[in-house]
């Protein structure tokens, strides 16, 4: 098993990173819809195999699976690096949301209790919050460590910007930098690349690649002219009466998107692959990379999402999927 340490820190975790949006019942975004003994089964087959990171969030299914998550990794806790997330709405008042100092104090507690830990290994901030001062977020989130209920501190979709003016206000106030940078990367999403990573790296954060399949477009399940198939995420996203959850699931079912997912599924036939483990192996090997973020229903999901943990790409097969995705 092959672990990497999470940006400028000591930290060590395994290149695949276990998320868990789907643990719990159906929900908004296309999220859920994995039940509780079948998430058991995912996460104790995944730590049993040697892998450590385990991802989750206030917000995904409503707590739900932040409470599975904490009981399926009774006995485990301590072999794991667990991290969560705080932004999301968790009721309708102004302060239930945010990255202000009262919610996060809230949402943290609250996290604790659902995951039946008294601390996380990586509280990650989930999007940046323009209401908020930053030096007030990033003082907060260093008393969190300070009281020993954090480990070490993160975001996602920050922007290389919002990343910067992040780590120089914990440098002025003296505070816990983030380590851990989540931001959407896959064959068919690489603006990342231009600056998100690059300036990651430069200030000490490891890159979590999430959404590497490309919403399941990668894995060959959909087909020109087809509908998605109404159990797949993409069928739920399409579905959905939010017309943002819509045109979520609708940047990935492109002409483009599924021009790319042949050229997957071209590389696949001729190494005898999966295509998902193919679209995994080549964003595993992506600088700026430290873990990919998969989020299997099932236990059969996961064992072939685990095989991109072990493929190594060929060098030709590397440049015909940089080409086949190129956004030049």
Not at 101 to 129: E, F, I, K, N, P
Not at 177 to 205: C, D, K, M, N, V
Not at 219 to 246: K, N, V
Not at 253 to 271: H, K, M, P, S, Y
């Amino acid at each position: 098993m092959t672990y990497t340490p999470l940006g400028r820190s000591g930290l060590k975790v395994s290149r695949a990173c276990l998320g868990t949006m789907n643990f719990g019942p159906p929900g908004g975004a296309g999220v859920g819809s994995c039940d509780e003994a079948e998430a058991r089964r995912i996460v104790h087959a995944f730590t049993d195999a040697g892998h450590n990171f385990v991802d989750t969030a206030d917000g995904y299914t409503g707590g739900h699976s932040e409470e599975i998550l904490g009981r399926a990794l009774k006995g485990r806790r301590d072999s794991v690096v667990l991290a969560t997330k705080a932004f999301l709405p968790q009721g309708p008042g102004p302060n239930d949301r945010g990255l202000s100092r009262v919610h996060l104090t809230r949402a943290l507690d609250a996290s604790l209790r659902r995951l039946g830990t008294d601390h996380v290994d990586l509280y990650q901030c989930h999007q940046w919050d323009p209401d908020t001062p930053l030096d007030e977020t990033m003082a907060t989130l260093d008393g969190f460590v300070r009281a020993g209920k954090v480990r070490h501190l993160g975001c996602s979709n920050f922007t290389a910007a919002q990343i910067v003016e992040a780590q120089w206000s914990a440098a002025r106030g003296g505070g816990t930098p983030f380590t851990g940078l989540q931001t959407q990367y896959s064959l068919l999403a690489r603006s990342a690349e231009a600056e998100i990573l690059p300036t990651a790296t430069r200030h000490g954060l490891g890159g979590l690649a999430w959404s590497p399949l490309g919403g399941g477009v990668l894995t060959g399940r959909y087909r020109r002219g087809d509908a998605p198939p109404a159990d797949s995420r993409l069928g739920r996203l399409l579905a959905s009466p939010s017309p943002r959850a819509r045109a979520w699931g609708g940047q990935f079912l492109t002409e483009r998107g599924l021009e790319i997912a042949d050229a997957v599924a071209e590389v696949a036939a001729g190494l005898g692959a999966a295509p998902a483990a193919v679209a995994l192996a080549w964003v595993r090997e992506r600088a700026g990379v430290a873990s990919v973020v998969i989020g299997p229903r099932t236990l059969a999901q996961l064992t072939e999402n685990l095989a991109g943990f072990t493929l190594d790409l060929p060098a030709d097969a590397r440049a015909l999927l940089d080409a086949a995705s190129s956004e030049d």
